[in-house]
């Protein structure tokens, strides 16, 4: 694991991917973050990888709409 302290407006990238992890913004002491990833790389909040059946390695089908997609530029 890779533990980083990052500001707003920082970000983190994994070229082998093709995805940036950007700080939007931290109110209250949650952190709001933006993922940017090609479309054959999903991403998924932890909590819906452990809704997935007992004895199942994949995660569950993706929705029609992902959960936490958002356009950051």
């Given at each position: 694991?890779?533990?980083?302290?990052?500001?707003?407006?920082?970000?983190?990238?994994?070229?082998?991917?093709?995805?940036?992890?950007?700080?939007?913004?931290?109110?209250?002491?949650?952190?709001?973050?933006g993922?940017?990833?090609?479309?054959?790389?999903?991403?998924?909040?932890?909590?819906?990888?452990?809704?997935s059946?007992?004895?199942?390695?994949?995660?569950?089908?993706?929705?029609?709409?992902?959960?936490?997609?958002?356009?950051?530029?």
């Amino acid at each position: 694991m890779l533990v980083l302290s990052r500001k707003i407006g920082q970000s983190i990238q994994i070229p082998e991917c093709g995805a940036i992890i950007r700080v939007l913004n931290i109110p209250n002491g949650r952190v709001r973050l933006g993922i940017t990833a090609p479309a054959e790389v999903r991403v998924l909040r932890g909590e819906l990888l452990e809704q997935s059946p007992p004895g199942t390695k994949s995660a569950p089908e993706a929705p029609a709409e992902p959960p936490i997609a958002m356009a950051v530029e």
